[in-house]
């Protein structure tokens, strides 16, 4: 049973004089209880992604084509009214940047609150919930953190009240956007862990999105290999980071920091710039920077998949 | 020299580009015709009295009438506006002559000095303006030199201050530092490297003072403490008009629509200016 | 990180160093704008007492109004009085009835403080609801036209604008009353009075609130924190008016200060064409009559309220804004 199923999804940006294609073909599963990492570059379309499934597009984002089915209704259908139902209470997000994700000017006690706005409870009882939820994500003295302002906090203990603040409605998905990018190396592992924590007590699924392979290793069930726009291969964690399909997969493994055995100067990247999304592309997306290219790379290549590991090349295909 | 003619011409088209900057520049150069051609333009003297003629209402002779001394308003109208357009004008380049010179001190002299005149600045900005007009034609007695002393006492704290931050800015950067160190004086520093560099912000801010230093003057002059009669203004024919206002409605309006229509069109064509040349400016109120 | 509780008392104590920094600051401006208005009168050509007396005064009368008003004395001396004096509350006795500048100033400035008051609740009143409006309908059509009318207002001088309101609103359709403050017993009298010249005095603000309402709303919207409050579902109105308005507001909130000191001025032009009393009218008539130190009286008594007054907005700043309280 799957908590978000995204199909064929399509969106495109209208800019000066031209569209530029964000997402081409998307698909995705989220099973229930199920930690799902994406993978990519910056500008793969990762964040667009998450802000097509909660419709946060900028005014000039469409979706063209395909549905977000959440929990059996497809979100692409709903008006703006029916997502806030959704927004916060079934789907809630931890965004980047802890120091900019929470507002300036209410106190932390406010913005707890208002997220429980549709609650029934009263005052009294939304408090001590709030309290309750940063007792668990672990900030000492929840009571009086509660008065505070996002200000007075440091950057790990803000991400931990985001995400005290996202669990509290305990959504059937968390969205956690980069949560960890902003932070040092070792409050990434603490945060990494409560989410874990939160996860498994709330049963809820999470869609992690992080350019970090070594984070998605540890804590996702699931990975999924964006580009371009585009999923290029999808699985288990243990079929992408032991047998990768895609060349942009090995790639991308090849050159994680923390696969690097010898020592050198130099970081290997992989060479070439992703293709300008503005212009019209004839078959594999990464063709331009493969390695294997061939003629027959000038077709789209199908989805090709057993096993649940799937991959859009086609030297599998073949 | 054709290359300053082509870059007019596209600041020009882009001004056109914009409703607002249309509107405004039709209303200044109309401003500006009338003040240069106001004595072609009208039949009758604007400072000519005559009895028989007292309170006309429009008409064909009388483009707008005429006042409570029989004056032809409409001659008044287009005299008082070279009155107004001279007095922002010069008291505008005298205010950016002397505001650029005290910036530079500022910026470049020592620091008690620029702490002081950082305060005086402030104190004299301090002043709400009206009351600082008062205080000092009570001192000079009414007169146009009253008006600018008052234009420029408002105006020159505010253009020191852009070039004292921006010489701030260029003193301790490379090129002026390169330049120092091959032996240029400090004048020539100043002069050839901070200057060109600071001039354009400011005259933007100065032309979109236009419009303020014209409502100073019609101002002081329909408080009786600017022009003195009979000099005409546009200011001193809307006290003429509100006056009478209840019977001869006409004198106010030959008096205040000037003053609006000028406001309206400098701050008009001010505003697209500064939204071509510094989209930066923009936040600033 | 942040635990236990000093943080919040260290926020105070700097809270109150940085206020102490600001009134000293004002302090050493008033001084500064004393100063500056005491070498005003003294460099003027002709001194105050043949000024005031005008000129069919004879020189014995000239002599005994100079050593009455103490400028027979040297310069420093004369200066280091107005100043001691005047931070004392004396500002010297005014000419014709010679009753103390300080008392008949002060017995005016009411009547201008209910104006500019009246002015404020004007361009807070529609400014900001004009601005968060059209923030949110950036673009369309009602949008550009407020858009001109913000800047319409600006651009016109407010006496213009108090001259045709009554014109409009008093002698043609005869909605309000023309001239005067009303009732003095009569309270709703004399706010209805107050509308007009108010409206006069504040509309110019009506525009620069709108425009910088919508500037800083527009920033304001584009925050991430914004878009964490749409990503939790959080109603519109919530949005905009709890999380993003409380922030885009303390710009607006900084520059009321410098507001009240230009409404000051539009409220002389009104208390003049509307024929009320104020201090406005006080000056003007005091001009009239050249009553010297009435006038100078005023200018310092009215510059020292504006620099309160800011004074003022900035340490609000400080209460309103989280941030801006643990940073001084």
Redesign the interface.
Known sequence: MNVLEIQNLNVTFATEGSTLRALKNVSIDIPKRCIVGVVGESGCGKSTLINSI?R?LPENGKIDAGTIKFEGHDLTKFDLSQ???????RI??V?Q?PM???????SIA?QML??Q?RSKLRRKEKQEKSIEMLRRVRI??PE??LK??P????G??KQRI?IA?AMMMEPALLIADEPTTALDATLEVAIIDLLKELQSQIECSILFISHHLGLIAELCDQVIVMYAGEVLERGTAHQIFHDPWHPYSARLLECDPANQTSRTRQLPTIPGEIPDLKAIHKGCIFRSRCQYCEDICTTVPEEFGINGHFVRCHRKSQ | MSEVVSKFLFTLRRIVAEP?GAIGLILVIGMIFGAIFADLLSAHEPIRISPRDRFLEPSLVHFLGTDQLGRDLFSRVLHGGQIALSVALIAIAVSLIIGIILGLIAGYGPRWLDNLMI??F???K???????A???????GPSLTAVMIVVILVNVPGYARIIRTQTLALKSSQFVASAQSMGASTTRVLCIHILPNSIGPLLILASMDI?VVI?IE??MS??G?GVRPPTPSWGAI?NDG?TA??DT?WI?IAG?VP??LT??G???LG?TLRDIFDPRL??R? | ?????P?GSLDRFLMLIYSLKRLALAI???S??M???FV??YL?P?DPAS?ALGPRATEAMREALLVKMGLDQPVWVQFWNFFVNAWQGDLGNEILSNRPVAHVVLEQLPWTLALIAGGMIWSIALGIPLGCWTAVRRGGLTDRIIG?FS??V????S??IA??A??LFA?YLQWLPAIGAGNPNDFGDQLLHLILPSLAVGLGWVG?IA??VR?SMLEVLE???I?????????DR?ITY??AL??AILPTVT?LGVGI??M???A??AE??FARPGV?KL??D??LT?N?PL??G??LV??AL??II?LFADLIIGY????VR?RF
């Open positions: 909660l946060l997502m806030k139902t959704v927004r916060g209470s809630s997000t965004f940047d900019s994700a929470l507002n300036p000017v209410l406010d208002h997220i706005y000492p003295d009086s953190a505070r302002y200000h007075e906090f440091s790990g203990m985001s603040m | 607002l305060l005086t402030d104190a004299i301090s002043y709400p303006t009206v009351m600082l008062l205080a000092l034609v009570t001192l000079f419009p409502a019609a101002g329909f408080l403490l809307l509100f206002i209840r409605p106010a205040g003053i609006i406001t309206l400098f701050t008009f505003e923009k936040t109120v | 990180m942040v635990s236990g509780d943080k050493a401006i008033v500064v704008a100063f500056l208005l005003m009168t003027i002709g000024v001109v800047v319409a600006i651009a016109v001088p006496f213009v001259i045709y009554l014109l002698v620069y425009r910088m500037a925050a991430s924190h878009r964490t409050a749409r990503a939790f579902g959080l109603p919530l709890r999380y409380s922030i520059l000191g230009q000051l001025s539009s002389v032009f003049i064409v406005g000056v003007y005091a001009i050249r010297y006038v100078s005023a200018v009215t510059t504006f620099i800011n309103l804004d989280p941030r643990s």
